[in-house]
């Protein structure tokens, strides 16, 4: 069973400059993958996502980049939404990002925990699958 | 000259006398009267310090060309080259031209102030700010390089900065290796910073 969850603050704009800060970046001309290691930084407008090394796929023709891997302990966080994973793969084309492995998500002091979380940034909706487990913090009165 | 009665052979015989000396005259001024030919000015000599040359045993536009072991073609072109006094194997080179083009096609163009080729290590140093430009549409500039001469191996010593088709990318270090047979690895390493505009397609 999945819960919908409203990314509200996602509105996001997938065309922005994507800047990444890695340790060491390695492209290998064969597989066509560049792939950033060393506590990986990824920031495009105000989406930020932290990940322990990220492989970027080329899409073979025009060199755009069709998806972004990243693994080792995944942070995410959009405004006041932040997230945590041990992997995830983003399509900036398409604007999706889907979060794996032990998901906690927190939006202002409300926590959702899963197994994989679907997060669609253009029109900032997601999905949270497999074991859903909430806390909702009732009012302090 | 026996005497004539009438003008008319007196003329003729006159003209006779005064006609060849004009020739002559007309004659004489082509040789002995023309300007001075001064041969020296027509071939300029180049005032270049013969001594000097002859000592220091300097080529002006070598260029050095073969095939790394891995099949991609590399030349080194220089515009003077001197052998280094101190190593045999060096020759320092000035405004230093070296191109790579690697089996897959891929031409990489690389050229710096000055250099050091080393060929019984086939090692080219290149320094004094050098600009790398790959027909992929990317120019990387990085202050000093070694390539090697007998394969496909670049790396350079300090920060790199590299632009190219909608990403610009600033590196503490650079290294092109081969990996596989034909394809290549190319290694940022000491921090990346890198800014990619997606393509609006």
């Known amino acids: ?141 | 000259m026996s005497a004539y009665d009438n003008p008319y052979s007196r003329f003729v015989a006159w003209s006779k006398i005064v006609l060849p000396l004009l020739a002559l005259g007309l004659l004489s001024t082509m040789f002995l009267i023309s300007r001075g030919f001064d041969a020296s000015g027509v071939m300029p000599f180049a005032e270049v310090d013969v001594k000097e040359l002859a000592r220091e045993q300097r080529i002006s536009a070598p260029n050095y060309s073969g095939v790394t072991s891995d099949g991609s073609a590399i030349s080194v072109a220089a515009s003077t080259a001197r052998p280094d006094q101190t190593d045999r194997d060096t020759v320092n080179a000035t405004d230093l031209r070296a191109e790579v083009e690697t089996l897959s096609g891929m031409v990489i163009e690389l050229s710096s102030s000055s250099g050091q080729i080393n060929t019984r290590q086939s090692r080219a140093v290149l320094d004094g700010g050098v600009t790398v430009m790959t027909s992929s549409g990317y120019r990387i500039t990085t202050d000093k390089i070694t390539t090697s001469l007998s394969e496909t191996k670049l790396a350079t010593e300090g920060p790199v900065e590299a632009t190219g088709p909608g990403a610009k990318l600033s590196a503490g270090r650079m290294e092109l290796t081969q990996s596989g047979e034909a394809g290549y690895q190319l290694i940022f390493q000491n921090g990346v910073q890198m800014v990619y505009t997606p393509q609006v397609n």
């Not at chain 1, 990444?20 to 495009?44: R, Y």
């Not at chain 1, 693994?71 to 793969?89: H, L, P």
């Not at chain 1, 409300?110 to 806390?135: P, W, Y």
């Open chain 1, 1 to 141: 069973q999945g819960a919908q969850v409203a990314f509200g603050g996602l509105k996001h704009d997938s065309s922005l400059p994507v800047e990444i800060a890695a340790d060491q970046l390695k492209i290998d001309q064969n597989t066509g993958l560049a792939t950033f290691t060393g506590n990986v930084l990824i920031g495009q407008g105000t989406l930020r996502l932290g990940a322990g090394s990220v492989v970027v796929e080329y899409t073979t023709q025009g060199g755009d980049v069709q998806n972004m891997r990243a693994s080792g302990g995944v942070t995410f966080s959009n405004g006041a939404e932040a997230a945590e994973a041990q992997s995830a793969v983003y399509a900036p084309g398409s604007g999706q990002m889907v979060l794996s492995g032990e998901v906690v998500l927190t939006q202002g002091n409300n926590a959702l925990a899963g197994e994989r979380l679907v997060i669609n940034l253009s029109d900032g909706t997601g999905t949270m699958e497999g074991r859903v487990r909430t806390i909702f913090q009732t009012g302090n009165n």
